[in-house]
């Protein structure tokens, strides 16, 4: 969420305002494939440096799969990246011995991928997908994760749950990462404007920015925590864990809305650890 445009993408998809109103899962989709498209390069021209090639980063607070474990053992597993982005996390995923296939809306961001994997010698499969419609047979992984990747960018979350337990076998885990619930009241802002509420953390109104002609060019939907762990419970899963990083005290990097600031007066991610039986 942001309450201005970004540039970049925006000035390249005509992006002319903001509005908040309800928009249909399959404009969602198609705006927000077009956006992470157009924004693939100067999203990572900006944030290769925090996310690295090689590395399993959860959230801006700079935790990590490495340290948390919070999908346990890896090895031998397979595993399904939900959102994967340029797929750093399931190229250190596959450097951990897990067999891994990486998804992703946009073919912009899979294109990084691919180029990351020459790169680094670490490649992984990758499939052009929506993470509502996963094209893989039931009960196909031992592991599924997401980090900032699709939960927030769909406008039918329930059935983005419903589709990662169908996949998964039973005894299976699903954790994902989310720009944490309660900062949808506030303006992303990393300073102290950002410390001011402006919306009801009730009011589920998507953002969107929009084109000259009211055409959706970015589509954010907000879910409370209740309502994301009925979406998880729903879906035949157990919520095993909530994980609510604090801002390490030596950590002095702004991330968009993340900062020392607001890192030590509220959280700003929420990571969901969640059991299928």
Same mark, same amino acid.
């Given at each position: ?9 925006? @000035? ?8 908040? %109103?309800?928009?249909?899962? !399959?404009?969602?989709?198609? =705006?927000?494939?077009?956006? *992470?498209?157009?924004? =693939? ?21 700079? #935790?990590?799969? !490495?340290?948390?474990?919070? #999908? ?10 939900? $959102?994967?982005?340029?797929?750093? /996390?399931?190229? *250190?995923?596959? =450097? ?10 946009? !073919? ?10 020459? %790169?680094? $010698?670490?490649?992984?499969? #990758? ?17 599924? /994760? ?13 059935? #983005? ?29 990393? $300073? ?37 762990i009925r979406e998880i419970v729903s879906a035949g899963l157990v919520l095993t864990d909530l ?14 809305? @993340? ?19």
């Open positions: 969420m942001s309450d201005e445009p970004a540039r970049g993408a925006a @000035w390249e998809l005509g992006t002319a305002g903001i509005a908040w %109103r309800p928009v249909p899962a !399959a404009q969602t989709a198609r =705006a927000n494939r077009r956006w *992470w498209d157009a924004d =693939a390069d100067d999203y990572l021209a900006e944030h290769l440096e925090d996310i690295g090639e090689v590395d399993f980063l959860w959230c801006p607070e700079g #935790l990590t799969e !490495a340290t948390a474990g919070l #999908l346990g053992p890896v090895e031998g597993r397979r595993v399904l990246e939900v $959102g994967c982005g340029s797929a750093p /996390c399931s190229r *250190w995923l596959r =450097a951990q011995s897990a067999d891994v296939v990486g998804t992703d809306l946009s !073919a912009g961001m899979l294109r990084h991928a691919v180029a990351a994997a020459g %790169r680094t $010698g670490i490649g992984v499969p #990758l499939v052009q997908a929506d993470a509502c419609w996963l094209p893989f047979a039931s009960s196909s992984f031992d592991l599924a /994760c997401s980090a900032f990747g699709a939960v927030v960018f769909v406008a039918d979350s329930d059935r #983005l749950m419903a589709e990662v337990a169908r996949v998964l076998r039973p005894g299976g885990r699903w954790v994902f990462s989310v720009t944490h619930p309660m900062r949808w009241i506030f303006p992303d802002d990393p $300073g102290p404007d950002g410390l001011t509420v402006q919306r009801s953390y009730f009011d589920r109104t998507p953002y969107v920015e929009v084109d000259a002609a009211d055409r959706p060019t970015y589509v954010e939907h907000h879910r409370t925590m209740g309502d994301r994980v609510e990083p604090e801002w390490p005290p030596d950590h002095t990097r702004v991330w968009g809305q @993340w900062s020392p600031l607001r890192g030590a007066l509220m959280p700003g991610t929420a990571i969901y650890v969640c059991d299928k039986a």
